[in-house]
Nanobody, 115 residues
Framework: VQLQASGGGLVQAGGSLRLSCVFS????????VGWFRQAPGKERELAAA????????TYADSVKGRFTISRDNAKNTVYLQMNSLRPEDTAVYYC?????????WGQGTLVTVSS
């Protein structure tokens, strides 16, 4: 499976962006998916995750109430809606897909939030 992340960009604090992770090669419904982020000089961290059937979601405390992860398996796409963005949300955002021991990463999309 290949993952293509997109939707990053430069936005002012308080603004919104929607990231997309498009699956190709295999249908997205086979995978639990997470959006991770890595800020300069920091370790990669999980921002949000969603189960195969979208029935379960998980959020980092730092993004709860501001970010929403969702999926449209008919479009083989997982989204991360990011609202009320803060400068500390600046990072490269990566989508990750898991199927048991199998683990796949997209190439990352840069989100920059200016103050």
């Amino acid at each position: 499976v290949q993952l293509q992340a997109s939707g990053g960009g430069l936005v002012q604090a308080g603004g919104s962006l929607r990231l997309s992770c498009v699956f190709s090669g295999r249908t997205s419904s086979n995978y639990a998916v997470g959006w991770f982020r890595q800020a300069p000089g920091k370790e990669r961290e999980l921002a949000a995750a969603i189960g195969r059937n979208a029935g379960s979601t998980t959020y980092a405390d730092s993004v709860k109430g501001r970010f929403t992860i969702s999926r449209d398996n008919a479009k083989n796409t997982v989204y991360l809606q990011m609202n009320s963005l803060r400068p500390e949300d600046t990072a490269v955002y990566y989508c990750n897909a898991k199927d048991g021991p199998l683990d796949f990463w997209g190439q990352g999309t840069l989100v920059t939030v200016s103050s």
